[in-house]
């Protein structure tokens, strides 16, 4: 990454998303910098950003050389303008109980029908995107094949001990585990059963399935 007065130009090419757009959101973050140019190699990236700048209500150009993008996202107010203030603190991952967080459900280690292949690369970059929440989730409730991200050889493994080491439980099904035969290759959360777990569903704020 490149630095000038307030502006960061963030390269993301050659990454798949949704790390550009983490890239992105973590530029515009840092204080001092009211302009980031992020520069990608493929469409999707160059959606996805321009998708983000504007929800977050920030102004952008695309300029379109050396074979690359270069999208240009300014905050409100234009070069050197501090970020928009906010109404309320930054929540923070200690101030928010984990009772108080989403609750994930998920039921399998791809998402999505369709080729397995593909639904891991999508599982992959749904935990890359959970691993930036702040505050993350309260519970990670994993059933049947999901049982296998929080086991030995999960390529998402890293991620779901991030979340874990900031305070999201993870609680992962004895009966799949001992059905798959791999209560042995977990590596991280607990074990459990259905009754915790239907509890945990009854009390969370929020249930996001994924499947």
């Not at 493929?42 to 379109?64: C, H, K, M, P, W």
């Not at 303008?81 to 609750?103: G, Y």
């Not at 080729?115 to 959970?130: A, I, W, Y």
Request: net charge neutral; hydrophobic share 40%.
């Amino acid at each position: 990454m490149k630095h000038q007065a307030n502006h960061q130009t963030v390269d993301c090419r050659g990454l798949a998303c949704p790390h550009p757009v983490i890239n992105t959101k973590k530029a515009l973050e840092e204080p001092g910098n009211a302009r980031v140019t992020t520069i990608v190699d493929n469409d999707v990236a160059r959606q996805n950003i321009a998708l983000f700048a504007r929800n977050a209500g920030y102004t952008l150009s695309v300029e379109e050389k050396e074979g690359a993008c270069h999208i240009t996202i300014t905050r409100s107010g234009g070069p050197g303008a501090p970020a928009r203030e906010k109404k309320e603190e930054p929540v923070c991952a200690a101030t928010v109980p984990a009772q108080e967080r989403p609750v994930y459900l998920i039921t399998s280690n791809a998402l999505g029908q369709g080729s397995p292949d593909l639904g891991q690369v999508l599982m992959k970059s749904l935990f890359t995107t959970l691993v930036e929440m702040d505050p993350p989730p309260g519970a990670l409730l994993l059933l049947n094949t999901g049982v296998f991200l929080t086991c030995e050889g999960s390529e998402v493994l890293g991620h779901v001990e991030k979340m874990h080491a900031a305070g999201t439980e993870v609680l992962s099904c004895g009966t799949c585990l001992d059905y798959y035969r791999i209560k042995d290759k977990l590596r991280i959360g607990a074990v459990s059963n259905m009754l915790v777990i239907n509890d945990y569903l009854i009390k969370a704020p929020k249930v996001i399935t994924i499947a």
